[in-house]
């Protein structure tokens, strides 16, 4: 048995994950207790296998192997893939015979946490069944045995699997910034199998992170890309998180063409071949995803954020592909539904080789004046308690519509402003579109003033 200095905390069992920080609320033993709970649950449902990978965190290689030995003891065969992206392992999944896997990965956040994605009898879990993993060690309810492991590579079948499906019109020369993270591992030689030039940036496997943070959702993360591209011959950018799941594109002028504009790009091609189907989308996207979705013929649904959320969704609704505002994209169609920043990549490219003009092609999907993601920091656990007042008493004259489907999303006739709680950090989370910028600094005021009621002291970033 493995033992560790820190306490089990019930506050790293996210809604879709399980996080914390190394020395604090994360160690060996830790990851351990949570093989066990994880084994025992998938015995439960009649599994003997679980596949294991990690990112490329400094934290690792010890949590993994302790996760192993937690998973074994509850008589789970294990298969260890190795430092992969984290949809390598959700690939390994679906192709080697056992429905259950966790990947080892702090995702994009700064270099002191690790964590673990979940998939347990091909459900990502999320919410309740997260929880239960936390009461099942407090109760004891664990099951015991001795399991296997062995080691597998991944990496040969996942990239024949996806240079089989994608097929690029005309050889292309793109950029692409990894952030240090683990995708860098894979992605180079993914693209250049597909034909492509590749000019990498950042692609060493770095988990100290050390030139920009792995997180594409934000503007900055991209810049090393947006000067590449102008610097260079290469036509259009990919950027990548920390665990290779979500997917950042710059065109060659230095446009950041966000996930929800990529969304409306995908869902028009996939609809050309599931006519009148179901679009996934979270509720930070663009008003205008509804209306590319209406307009090719497809059923626009939007959604709470959240990975796991959105892949439960999926299968409730059979939609072909959805997207979150965040960069997961999960392709249903040609693919097997999981978010996939790699795959997501090439599928663009793949559309992109179709014209000779990928940027100007990209830079015309519809838009409105917006921001990125924006974030107000709050002590942990308060950034629900401010979305519960807000949901409860706020009140929003002039607008047309408050969606409190997850957070607050108030939709006025030539905007949005949109505050949720993050699930995995102590945050809220900001999003506002309109159609010019007196509107978008009416709308930020709208929301700024209704949080500030609840909480004066918050540090508005806008």
């Known amino acids: 048995m493995v033992t560790g200095t820190v306490k089990l905390h019930p506050g790293i069992f996210k809604a879709y ?27 439960e449902c009649g599994e003997s296998t679980v596949v294991i990978g990690r990112d490329g965190r400094l934290s690792g290689p010890e949590l993994s192997a302790a996760l192993a030995e937690g998973l074994q003891s509850t008589g789970i065969d294990v298969i260890d893939v190795g430092m992969v992206a984290t949809p390598m392992l959700y690939f390994a999944t679906h192709t080697l015979g056992a429905n259950s896997g966790i990947m080892v990965t702090g995702s994009h956040n700064p270099p002191d946490y690790n964590g673990f994605k979940v998939v347990l009898a091909g459900a990502a879990i999320y919410g309740d069944t997260i929880t239960a993993l936390y009461q099942r060690l407090q109760e004891g309810r664990l099951a015991q045995g001795r399991g296997s492991y062995r080691e597998h590579s991944i990496r040969d079948a996942y990239l024949q699997r996806i240079v089989g499906d994608i097929k690029l019109s005309r050889p292309m020369h793109i950029a692409i910034d990894c952030g240090n993270g683990v995708a860098g591992a894979v992605a180079g030689d993914l693209y250049r199998q597909l034909g492509c030039t590749v000019t990498e940036l950042f692609c060493e496997v770095d988990g100290n992170f050390p030139n920009h943070h792995p997180d594409p959702a934000h503007p900055e993360n991209l810049q090393d890309l947006v000067r590449i591209l102008a610097d260079s011959d290469a036509e259009l950018g990919l950027a990548f998180d920390g665990d290779g799941d979500r997917l950042g594109v710059v065109t060659k002028t230095g446009q950041i063409i966000y996930p929800d504009r990529q969304l409306m790009l995908f869902a028009q091609e996939i609809l050309g071949r599931h006519p009148g189907a179901p679009i996934l989308f979270d509720v930070k996207c663009s008003r205008h995803v509804a209306e590319v979705v209406k307009a090719a013929g497809g059923q626009p649904l939007m959604c709470r954020t959240g990975h796991s959320l959105v892949k439960a969704r999926m299968k409730e609704t059979g939609a072909p592909f959805g997207g979150e505002m965040s960069g997961h994209l999960f392709f249903k169609d040609r693919w097997y539904g999981f978010d996939d920043g790699l795959y997501a990549g090439a599928r663009l490219l793949e559309l992109a080789s179709r014209v000779s003009d990928s940027g100007a092609m990209l830079n015309a999907l519809p838009q409105s004046m917006s921001t990125p993601e924006l974030q107000i920091a709050l002590p942990e656990g308060e950034n629900h308690a401010v979305v519960a007042q807000l949901q409860r008493d706020a009140q929003w004259p002039g607008a047309r519509d408050v969606i409190t489907l997850d957070g607050v999303r108030v939709e006025y006739a030539d905007g949005f402003g949109l505050v949720r709680a993050s699930n995995t950090t102590p945050v809220l989370v900001l999003r506002f579109e ?13 929301l700024g003033a209704a949080i500030r009621a609840v909480r004066p002291d918050a540090v508005l970033p806008f």
Not at 436 to 443: K, S, T, V, W, Y
Request: proline share 0%.
């Open 17 to 43: 994950d399980i996080r914390g920080v190394l020395g604090t609320t994360l160690d060996k033993g830790v990851a351990y207790q949570i093989g066990q709970a994880f084994g025992s649950a998938a015995v």
């Open 434 to 446: 309109a159609e010019d910028a007196d509107a978008l600094h009416r709308i930020q005021q709208s």
